[in-house]
């Protein structure tokens, strides 16, 4: 018997229901609010991004434009999730560990498309920055899936539509900003 928890029992299922614990802990305090900033982070700065590069037709133009964009949500996704709640009711774990994992998390999701146009030729640019916006889209599905046991197919479907729409908003507004 435990000298500390004398009525319990050591049952062979006790270190799988330990590591279960475990597990849950690791997908509440770390998992989860990386997952939200970079979930943000990836479509919060797609509009922005696309519809500068639209109008002007500068690449470098377009990067600064997502540079601000990412630090600005990372800060700002980092303070709300810090002071949302203190983790003692919820058991999500210390502000200031959520806070600065969902802003850099924020950063990152943010900076991913937005480092293509670096690349002076604005084509170049897009294709490739679109085509880091859907390894972005399906990295959140397949985290989705995986920690938080969300079904492949739908979670796909729902992080590719979100973040078409608001890929669209950004080159159509690029577009009826630029005249065309």
């Known amino acids: 018997m435990n000298e500390l928890a004398p009525n319990v029992r050591h049952t062979p299922q006790a270190p799988a229901r330990a590591h279960a614990g475990q597990d849950h802990t690791f997908v509440l305090q770390k998992v989860q609010p990386a997952l939200l900033g970079l979930m943000d982070g990836s479509v919060s700065t797609l509009a922005p991004i696309f519809a500068v590069a639209g109008l002007t037709g500068k690449p470098i133009d377009a990067f600064f434009v997502g540079l601000a964009a990412s630090v600005g949500a990372g800060i700002s996704m980092g303070l709300?999730?810090?002071?949302?709640?203190?983790?003692?009711?919820?058991?999500?774990?210390?502000?200031?560990?959520?806070?600065?994992?969902?802003?850099?998390?924020?950063?990152?999701?943010?900076?991913?498309?937005?480092?293509?146009?670096?690349?002076?030729?604005?084509?170049?640019?897009?294709?490739?920055?679109?085509?880091?916006?859907?390894?972005?889209?399906?990295?959140?599905?397949?985290?989705?899936?995986?920690?938080?046991?969300?079904?492949?197919?739908?979670?796909?479907?729902?992080?590719?539509?979100?973040?078409?729409?608001?890929?669209?908003?950004?080159?159509?507004?690029?577009?009826?900003?630029?005249?065309?």
Do not use: N
């Not at 938080?148 to 908003?169: C, D, E, H, K, Y």
């Open 80 to 180: 709300a999730e810090a002071l949302s709640d203190d983790g003692v009711v919820s058991g999500r774990g210390t502000p200031v560990t959520r806070g600065v994992i969902t802003g850099l998390a924020t950063v990152l999701g943010g900076m991913l498309h937005t480092l293509p146009f670096l690349i002076p030729d604005l084509r170049t640019a897009l294709t490739l920055a679109y085509a880091v916006v859907v390894v972005e889209l399906l990295l959140i599905a397949l985290i989705r899936w995986k920690y938080m046991r969300s079904p492949l197919p739908q979670t796909t479907l729902q992080v590719i539509v979100g973040g078409a729409v608001v890929f669209g908003v950004g080159v159509w507004l690029g577009r009826l900003g630029a005249g065309g």
